[in-house]
């Protein structure tokens, strides 16, 4: 909890530090209060929007549920609304710094915008942190552990239902917005990117605000908040009451707080590559946290602990701790390799453009499947080893200590919006060459830096896959008992049950995305239609002379966004509710759902940020003047690549389908017979029960 | 047994009655002679290539395991080579007659091309059939019923290793030469679909035989001979030595080949749109095996059969025949709805490709995740309705019922090759405009047809997936038991192995496919180097005063593809015996592997078949005059997504790695001690037996 507040404490600092730096001339001002303006008029319809959702849960907890778990779904909405909210107001902030601290040097550009990111980064782990150790405090004093412990799933609940919506919402926002611009100005009018003479421009470089920064915050606030809860579950269950097993990891977190803030020490005195000197911010933390885990560690357990009946030292928990930090810096360096232009994957697509579009996308696709092999097998390895140290407990030591660095990697991925923001201040305000070459250097960082942080969420996620499962196994086990009935479930593969739930669950990745991309393309075709009618009523924008009417795009794209990311937030609800009711289903097959989506989403979630990524960096590898530069035939076929990458990469987020099920499952596992009755007691339910089918969704 | 030999009879009274239709003039029998010969170097040269690894083999089960399994696997591997040979012949030959047919009339043209494609179709069911009864019954008076149905296993790996190569050989070829000879043809030099000026356009045509006919035939017969041995293994242990059990399967495929001959019949008397007539086979044969099935269900268990303790009627054992029967057309129906122009999706992708050719490559990619949902949501309703009327065996003869439809199926999918090549026969020779329309519009159904057979043996594959894992936990259970040890294995979703499993079988796919797109890749670059070299040494070709040298093309794309298989069909069984040797690994994980494999393999390939054709559907839209027509914009993207359906719809089979699973296990599922040492007793294991690695293959 001292660690949480120290982060949070650091964090202000940095908003004064960066709210005092030097804001540029008139027009950079004005372009960036354009942005702000935008984004948080996006936020406040958002947040009325989810308002009313939130609104009807809270009353059905409390009414339904108990009242603690009720606070705790208000707690974790709002944490991750704030943690997301307040870090995007400074992003917006900070944009115009760094472009105006480009104009002293590279170095300082990225310090201003690194600084400006972190403030996220530490919001995140910070405030998610804080909630839950504050709520654990307070309801463990109130209502006793166990209880306490329970009813933290509510605050994970309300994580998970900002940040569905933040997240798709805000995916659809920026793509949409992006691919729009794109599709009519360079395209069609062979305009620059963030030229000021496209109306979509603003609500481009909004969107990157409210998805990169606000939606992925509330992403990993969630990520982080439902592993901790998971930890703790998963530790109360194996561990049988140890209390260590339940501060652990929260001991692992506060460490890691104060790794990154050393981090973030190191990026404001190292000098060097900017992709070195983040890479360094990211080591400096593992090796702090790798440090100080060891004393802690031994503390906390000195005659080791006793895991599915085998004694286990606090060599080897610390042993499992290491694999999870060791997996940080491994998948980034793994994504880095599939989407960096200086490595093979990237180059063999910016070479397959020059036999055009179609080439350019087959190696793209095929890119992006290459680059699923390494990261599973690795994560399929850390389960087994973390397994082999302490159990499922080892796997969610694990799990924990890699997301402990949630701190220091929000803070390079929110550093990528904030660049590609600055590089956006510097065209329009026509700031000199050579500060718009430090910014699109700096933005081509935040590009790899956005990749890495996804698949650092892809692949912790796939790693707390089992955490996840055996968390559902032991709720399901406790409730059945709780009961006085046996627990006879095996979820074994050869259960036909466990091969449809599979196959169901295998489905919602790929219909989920289907979704989301053709969301992305009507948000898309309002704005191109937006753009084109404009340019039509004002010939006069193209040649300068008339301004162009940036509100509209950004208004229509707002409301395109929230109308849109309706159907696929509520998909795999809705799935999942439909295989909790109809007969013969039930939790068998809701078990194989989860499974089945972890296993499709982790490969369709590497295999679209990759690939995306990969084709982003082809095109900027060919306008680097490889392969016959711009306006090539190459980089036409590029600039196809890199429009199809965009929402490839963004609109998916594997964790939603996963999340659901969880959500759903947590939110009406208990309290709520009627649902339960017609899976378990089918024979003997009375008609009246089965017909309140009204109550399912509580 | 009857059944098939009369199949077979018609067979051949249907290449007499081919062989013996006028052949067209001297420039049609010269092209169609070409295409003979490219086809027939090509098969020889694979034929070699194959026979090397089939005698080693051989050798090998010769030696390590028992004499009958080596006999039925060469019995196996020669029919399956026979049937795509024979039936590839056939189409060759059947071609130029349709283009000469289709100067009389389009229902002419209709019964020329699907009589021949119907030779393929008789063969591989009646060569399946045939060789499994005449097999069983030598080696069950030979050595008793037991031992000659686990020697099937061998003549289904026979089966499997032509299959594997033929199938990614061929496709490997077919797409390579496709893309090369549009990717220059087309799109650099604007030349028409089989204009004879293209150097690769020979070649093009080759390789639709050699993928879509020869490749495909070896790939059902697999699949189909596998099946049956898998219906009668289950059947074997499920019910416990009951005979009827094991004819049932038999009697099942037996009707349905005179099923297929009514359907052939059908075609040979009925009018109509071409589309009506080929679907009307389909429901002949459905509708004569429904009728026929009842009478002999009741006649094999006229006290009906105690399966899983439960005493279940005829009425039960023949629904889960006709839910067989009923998935087929099903299928057929879904598939068509999401590839055919007439529909939404592929209108939605056209009405994309007015925005470019990136919006025309995203819709592209949702529309064929979109197609996964329904074809999944039956298959596993399927699954749960056969088990519920007859267990694991019920799925087993839906699976039977389903795949005994194979032939006419097979007819329909021959029929692509034929009429794309009659097309291409007809454009060649300079015949009248009228005959090309004819040929053009049998094309497009016969593209339809291709996917409604992909999308037929995607599904039944998925609905064989429990049949299969059963059968592969059941020769486990054997093969321990039979050591006298308890046989202990769960596969449940709770243990770590089976998770990592899922991962590792969830990947194949993905690698699978990213290496098959490679190699595409790479065997077209041959040959767009091949043709931009003759076009720039010759430049009289593109004017039609020099001939290009078809042969060189021909010869390059069939050393390419033989090369470029060599990688995707070693990797599932690679990986297949690294999970075996390695030993933290050993049959757990084997299990979630297989079943990992079918989970994301059955989408993977549902989403790429699906979005291929309907890439290419959308394609023939736009030309056919709707959004601009030939030439516009939009066309240009459409023709982008064409290029990259291609290879996308056709290289992928998703049954190689399931295939490659099963075959190894059953290859050293016996006798082969070390390895097994090393699973079960490698604590007991000698050094010196571990260090053997060698034998690990056998």
Not at 90 to 116: E, H
Not at 212 to 221: L, S
Not at 257 to 284: D, E, H, W
Request: charged share 15%.
């Amino acid at each position: 909890m001292v660690c949480a507040v120290i982060g949070l404490a650091f964090a202000f600092f940095l908003i004064a530090a960066v709210t005092r730096a030097p804001s540029g001339n008139e027009r950079m001002r004005e372009i960036s209060a354009a942005v702000q303006e935008g984004a948080k008029a996006y936020l406040n319809r958002q947040v009325k929007t989810i308002s009313v959702i939130a609104v009807v849960i809270f009353i059905l907890l409390f009414v339904f549920k108990d009242h603690p778990t009720a606070i705790g779904f208000v707690i974790g909405a709002f944490c991750s609304l704030a943690a997301g909210f307040i870090g995007m107001r400074v992003a917006v902030l900070a944009n115009v710094r760094t472009a105006q601290a480009a104009t002293i040097g590279r170095l300082d550009a990225l310090r201003m915008g690194f600084n400006g990111g972190s403030v996220t980064g530490l919001l995140v782990v910070g405030l998610a942190l804080l909630s839950v150790s504050i709520f654990y405090t307070i309801a463990t004093k109130l209502i006793g552990s166990d209880a306490a412990i329970r009813s933290l799933v509510g605050l994970a609940l309300g994580g998970s239902l900002i940040s569905v919506f933040a997240r798709l919402g805000g995916g659809i926002y920026t793509k949409a917005a992006d691919v729009g611009a794109d599709l009519v100005g360079k395209i069609e009018k062979g305009l620059e990117e963030d030229d000021p003479r496209n109306p979509a421009v603003i609500a481009d470089n909004v969107g990157d605000n409210v998805g990169d920064c606000a939606g992925m915050a509330a992403d990993v606030f969630e990520t982080y908040a439902v592993s901790l809860v998971g930890a703790i579950l998963v530790g109360l269950l194996t561990l049988g009451g140890n209390p260590a097993a339940i501060v652990y990891p929260f001991v692992l977190g506060g460490i890691s707080v104060l790794g990154a803030i050393c981090g973030i020490f190191f990026v404001n005195v190292a000098r060097g590559k900017p992709t070195a000197v983040l890479m360094g911010a990211v080591m400096t933390n593992a090796l702090v946290s790798a440090i100080v885990f060891w004393p802690v560690t031994q503390s906390l357990f000195p005659a080791g602990v006793i895991i599915d009946g085998v004694l286990r030292s606090p060599a080897q928990l610390y042993f499992a701790s290491l694999v999870g930090l060791i997996m940080t810096p491994v998948i980034v360096a793994l994504t880095n390799y599939y989407t960096s232009s200086h490595f093979r994957p990237v180059q063999k697509i910016a070479h397959a453009s020059e036999t055009g579009h179609a080439t350019n996308i087959i190696a793209g696709l095929a890119a992006g499947e290459h680059a699923t092999a390494l990261p599973v097998l690795f994560i399929g390895a850390a389960i087994m080893v973390t397994y082999h140290f302490a159990g499922l407990y080892g796997i969610a030591v694990a799990v924990m200590s890699m997301l402990s660095m949630a701190g220091v990697i929000i803070s390079l991925d929110s550093f990528g919006p904030i660049t590609d923001n600055a590089g956006g201040v510097a065209v329009m305000a026509k700031l000199p060459k050579e500060v718009r070459v430090v910014t699109d250097d700096l933005d081509a960082v935040g590009n790899t830096m956005k990749a890495v942080t996804k698949g650092y969420a892809i692949a912790s996620a796939g790693l707390a896959a089992l955490v996840l499962f055996g968390s559902y196994v032991e709720e399901l086990r406790g409730h059945i008992t709780g009961r006085g009935e046996a627990f006879t479930f095996q979820f074994s593969l050869t259960d036909p049950k466990v091969i449809i739930g599979l196959f169901i669950g295998g489905l919602l990745p790929f219909v989920f995305t289907a979704f989301s991309m053709d969301a992305v393309g009507k948000a898309a075709g309002a704005v191109v239609r937006e753009v084109r009618r404009q340019l039509q009523a004002k010939p006069g924008i193209l040649t300068g002379e008339d301004r162009p009417e940036y509100g509209t795009c950004v208004d229509i794209v707002t409301k395109a966004a929230l109308r849109e990311m309706i159907v696929p937030a509520l998909l795999p609800l809705v799935a999942v509710v439909l295989v909790a009711v109809i007969k013969p289903l039930g939790p068998v097959v809701l078990g194989g759902l989860l499974v089945g989506t972890i296993v499709t989403g982790l490969f369709i979630a590497i295999a679209m940020t990759s690939g995306g990524a990969a084709w982003d960096n082809a095109k900027k590898f060919i306008e680097e003047g490889n392969l016959g530069g711009k306006g090539s035939f190459a980089h036409a076929a590029a600039v196809t690549g890199d429009t199809v990458g965009d929402p490839y990469k963004d609109t998916f987020s594997f964790r939603e389908p996963r999340r659901a099920t969880r959500n759903v499952f947590a939110a009406y596992r208990r309290n709520v017979s009627a649902i339960e009755n017609t899976w378990f007691h089918h024979k003997r339910v009375a008609e009246s029960e089965v017909s309140r089918p009204c109550q399912m969704t509580q």
